[in-house]
Structures are given as C-alpha cells and as structure tokens.
T-cell receptor, first 116, second 111 residues
Framework: GAVVSQHPSRVICKSGTSVKIECRSL??????MFWYRQFPKKSLMLMATSNEGSKATYEQGVEKDKFLINHASLTLSTLTVTSAHPEDSSFYIC????????????FGPGTRLTVL | KQEVTQIPAALSVPEGENLVLNCSFTDSAIYNLQWFRQDPGKGLTSLLL?????REQTSGRLNASLDKSSGRSTLYIAASQPGDSATYLC??????????FGKGTKLSVIP
C-alpha cells in the first residue's frame, strides 16, 4: 500500500513552453502533498506544500507564479512549470501524506524535466 | 534552521562487508528521522522511519539508530550486496510538515 505515481517520468520541452507534472496517490487519500526538486549532487529541496482544496504554501525563494500547484482532489496534485527555461531543468519529486503533519510521506518516482 | 550533514559523501566497499552511514543534524527538536534510498534517476524509497521517542529501527539487513542528544543517526547495512549500491539520504521531520534532507551518501558495493 501507499503507492505514489508521477507522470510523466521524463519530459523534454522547448524554452518558453509550460509543462504539467501529475502526482497521484494510488491506494490512499492524501490530505497533504509536497513538491520537491533536486539538482545534481544536491539535497532535495522542498518547493511547496499543498493541502487538498487549499492554496499551496510555497517555500521562500520559490516563484508561485512560475510553479503552479493544484491539489484538486485527495488523490491528485499537479505542478505546472510555466514558461520553462533551461535553469528549470531538474528532477521533480512529489510526496503524499495521509494526514500531513508528522505523518509519513510517501514519495513518487520523480520526473526528469529537461528544458532546451 | 536545521542542517543535515551526511558523511562520507561517497563510499565504496567490497561485497559482504558491513558498513555504517552517518547522518548528523543541528537541531534536536525533531519528530522523526527517515532513511531513504535513491537509485540513479529514480525517486526515493523509504527504508526506515525512527520516531523521536525511539532509539532504533530494524528491517532485514538494515538497522538505523537515533541519538537526539548528540544529533546523530547511523544506518548500518549488514553483509552488503551489489544491489545495495545507491545513494542513501537521511531526512529529519520537524514541525510544519517539512523534511530536511542531507545531500546523501553514494554507496558502491563491489562484487
């Protein structure tokens, strides 16, 4: 149980286009979902926290207008990278938690974004 | 602000050896600590979760310990196998849902 999927697993896009990444909890309802990004040889960095039906809470330094997060249901959250640029190329990982707070986070497999 | 350090950054051992990965943190006010495994280009797999009230957790060949007073955790891997080769990350859970990750230790087990 507690499986989280991400789609797509890999995406290549042209600079200036927008890319949507989906994160789904397959066998449980996730009150809270998290979005992380990871640069090569760096730590995972939390980008934002989203609760179902509420606006996402973004970490300092993360542009909310560039990284649009929608948590429309208890099993789906989406991250849209708008007007992508090469510096947005990264590995994006989502996680989902049944109850939020200190509850266990279950991680998706990640999405590799390459912006040309 | 919580800072998490993992030493060494990389480790190479022959198959069959027992090994220890280290994680240190600066703020002992944590709810839990998790150890993850990440294969190249893949997401994270949770290995062990230790609540702040616990001292250790075991799963198969893995044993994780937590010493909040000294700000340290170790992940012990017994009888290492080539399939254990991956990057191992520790993450501290504190308030506001957040996990703070270390940069990881890249483990290579040589057949």
């Amino acid at each position: 149980g507690a499986v989280v999927s991400q789609h797509p697993s890999r995406v290549i896009c042209k600079s200036g286009t927008s890319v949507k990444i989906e994160c789904r909890s397959l066998d449980f309802q996730a009150t809270t979902m998290f979005w992380y990004r990871q640069f090569p040889k760096k730590s995972l960095m939390l980008m934002a926290t989203s609760n179902e039906g509420s606006k996402a809470t973004y970490e300092q330094g993360v542009e909310k207008d560039k990284f649009l997060i929608n948590h429309a249901s208890l099993t789906l959250s989406t991250l849209t990278v708008t007007s992508a640029h090469p510096e947005d190329s990264s590995f994006y990982i989502c996680s989902a938690s049944r109850e939020g707070g200190t509850d266990t986070q279950y991680f998706g497999p990640g999405t590799r974004l390459t912006v040309l | 602000k919580q800072e998490v350090t993992q030493i060494p950054a990389a480790l190479s051992v022959p198959e069959g050896e027992n090994l220890v990965l280290n994680c240190s943190f600066t703020d002992s006010a944590i709810y839990n600590l998790q150890w993850f495994r990440q294969d190249p280009g893949k997401g994270l797999t949770s290995l062990l979760l230790i609540q702040s009230s616990q001292r250790e957790q075991t799963s198969g060949r893995l044993n994780a310990s937590l010493d909040k007073s000294s700000g340290r955790s170790t992940l012990y891997i017994a009888a290492s196998q080539p399939g254990d080769s991956a990057t191992y990350l520790c993450a501290l859970g504190a308030g506001s849902y957040q996990l703070t990750f270390g940069k990881g230790t890249k483990l290579s087990v040589i057949p």
